[in-house]
């Protein structure tokens, strides 16, 4: 196990404050840092990031939404001593060809695998959680999905396995570097499929449409989002519907030692955390 600091970036996002959360239980010193945290990181501000790195053996690195900064920052983090990275990514990365999505994420890739350091990436499907936790929540809430997804499956991954992949990584120098490990849930699911299932497990009727990409696009913009952000999320669809990364992997298994948690499991928790309930009349007076 490894006792040194490590630093996890986006501390207060999905991903890394579970990691923070895993970590600490473990017994390894943490610096969290986000816009937000005490330990301040914004990755349009690298006269920041050497404080954020002093004293680190490692880092949990959640890429910005933009290609390049990784690339200054590692070497920073060459230059301070840090001596290993751990990098979110996405499934499949080197398979998107010449799609204008990922561009952030594969140019964080090339930083951290062309560097001195030892790394290691995870590549997770989509996550559950962005049926509750993020963009899809409030159209789930409302009544109805509308993407520009069809029969094409998806793997969803359970966030907490992703925290649980990501904590151990960390805690075992040596180990896993070098290695990119592929992350998916235990079976593909359509969007249609997923959200039929969220919909019994709430109790409600919840519906599921298809719509075009342009169609999705206007949709975002109307509810406030920049067009160039809503262009980007609708370019992940039409690379899904590619069927490039609808398989799933024993990745997660030869990690952790265990499979993965199921969207059934998922959808149960969430549910009953009353996560796709409306909000009763009082609660929004």
């Given at each position: 196990?490894?006792?040194?600091?490590?630093?996890?970036?986006g501390?207060t996002?999905?991903?890394?404050?579970?990691?923070?959360?895993?970590l600490?239980?473990?017994g390894?010193?943490?610096?969290?840092a986000?816009?937000?945290?005490?330990?301040?990181?914004?990755?349009?501000?690298p006269?920041g990031?050497?404080?954020?790195?002093?004293?680190?053996?490692?880092?949990?690195?959640?890429?910005?939404?933009?290609?390049?900064?990784?690339?200054?920052?590692v070497?920073?983090?060459?230059?301070?001593?840090?001596?290993?990275?751990?990098?979110?990514?996405?499934?499949?990365?080197?398979?998107?060809?010449?799609?204008?999505?990922?561009?952030?994420?594969?140019?964080?890739?090339?930083?951290?695998?062309?560097?001195?350091?030892?790394?290691?990436?995870?590549?997770?499907?989509?996550?559950?959680?962005?049926?509750?936790?993020?963009?899809?929540?409030a159209?789930?809430?409302?009544?109805?999905?509308?993407?520009?997804?069809?029969?094409?499956?998806?793997?969803?991954?359970?966030?907490?396995?992703?925290a649980?992949?990501?904590?151990?990584?960390?805690?075992?120098?040596?180990?896993?570097?070098?290695?990119?490990?592929?992350?998916?849930?235990?079976?593909?699911?359509?969007?249609?499929?997923?959200?039929g299932?969220?919909?019994?497990?709430?109790?409600?009727?919840?519906?599921?449409?298809?719509?075009?990409?342009?169609?999705?696009?206007?949709?975002?913009v109307?509810?406030?989002?920049?067009?160039?952000?809503?262009?980007?999320?609708?370019?992940?669809?039409?690379?899904?519907?590619?069927?490039?990364?609808?398989e799933?992997?024993?990745?997660?298994?030869?990690?952790?030692?265990?499979?993965?948690?199921?969207?059934?499991?998922?959808?149960?928790?969430?549910?009953?955390?009353?996560?796709?309930?409306?909000?009763?009349?009082?609660e929004?007076?």
């Amino acid at each position: 196990m490894s006792n040194g600091t490590t630093l996890v970036l986006g501390a207060t996002g999905k991903t890394g404050r579970r990691v923070a959360a895993r970590l600490r239980l473990h017994g390894t010193p943490v610096r969290a840092a986000s816009r937000s945290s005490p330990t301040r990181f914004d990755w349009s501000d690298p006269g920041g990031w050497d404080a954020a790195l002093r004293d680190v053996d490692a880092v949990y690195v959640v890429a910005p939404g933009v290609p390049g900064p990784v690339h200054g920052f590692v070497a920073r983090a060459e230059a301070v001593g840090v001596r290993r990275l751990v990098l979110l990514s996405g499934r499949g990365a080197d398979t998107w060809g010449d799609s204008a999505f990922g561009l952030d994420m594969r140019s964080a890739e090339d930083a951290v695998r062309g560097s001195a350091l030892e790394w290691t990436v995870l590549r997770p499907s989509n996550f559950n959680q962005n049926f509750d936790e993020d963009v899809f929540s409030a159209p789930l809430v409302a009544g109805e999905l509308a993407l520009p997804a069809g029969e094409v499956p998806e793997p969803f991954i359970d966030v907490e396995d992703v925290a649980d992949a990501a904590a151990a990584v960390l805690t075992e120098p040596g180990r896993h570097a070098g290695r990119v490990y592929e992350l998916t849930g235990p079976r593909a699911l359509t969007f249609a499929e997923a959200v039929g299932l969220i919909s019994r497990a709430s109790g409600r009727e919840i519906r599921y449409r298809r719509i075009s990409p342009a169609e999705y696009v206007a949709a975002l913009v109307a509810e406030g989002v920049g067009e160039d952000d809503a262009h980007h999320v609708a370019e992940m669809f039409v690379l899904m519907e590619q069927g490039l990364i609808t398989e799933t992997t024993d990745d997660l298994a030869a990690l952790l030692g265990r499979a993965p948690r199921t969207f059934e499991d998922y959808v149960v928790r969430a549910a009953a955390a009353g996560a796709w309930q409306r909000p009763h009349a009082s609660e929004g007076s």
